[in-house]
């Protein structure tokens, strides 16, 4: 009997390995840019006029690029693709355009290379 592992939310969110549905990487692209704006809210400093971001942005910054890059590939495998075509998220403008192709394109029926149907990870 293989050893399957069942897909969670630290796996959606963190792993490179596997495949995920539409729905998972917009819901996990929504949810890290949620979260990211409530805790990297910017306020107005009223003495001079300008917009201060808390101290803290570029530590969230960080896992939030992660959570980004990790949906990409897990959507790109599930496409057929290499995940190496997720460094486009890092490029510009491109970047807007790829989250966008990568979270409509449906993705490929049954098993590719890189696992099983969406949701779930490779045997390991």
């Known amino acids: 009997m293989a050893n399957t592992r069942q897909p969670t939310v630290l796996w959606a969110l963190f792993g490179f390995d596997g495949r995920i549905n ?5 819901l996990g692209n929504f949810g890290a840019a949620f979260i990211a704006f409530v805790l990297m809210m910017p306020s107005l400093d009223e003495a001079t006029g300008a917009i201060l971001m808390a101290p803290w942005s570029p530590l969230i910054a960080l896992p939030v690029a992660w ?8 959507r790109l495998h599930d496409r057929g693709f290499s995940g190496m075509f997720a460094a486009a998220m890092f490029i510009p403008f491109l970047n807007i355009l790829a989250a966008i ?13 890189f696992g099983p149907d969406t949701n779930t990870r490779p045997p390991q």
């Open 101 to 113: 192709v990568i979270g409509i394109i449906p993705g490929d029926r049954g098993a590719n290379r």
């Open 22 to 26: 539409r729905e998972v990487y917009w």
């Open 67 to 74: 959570v980004e890059v990790a949906l990409a590939v897990k």
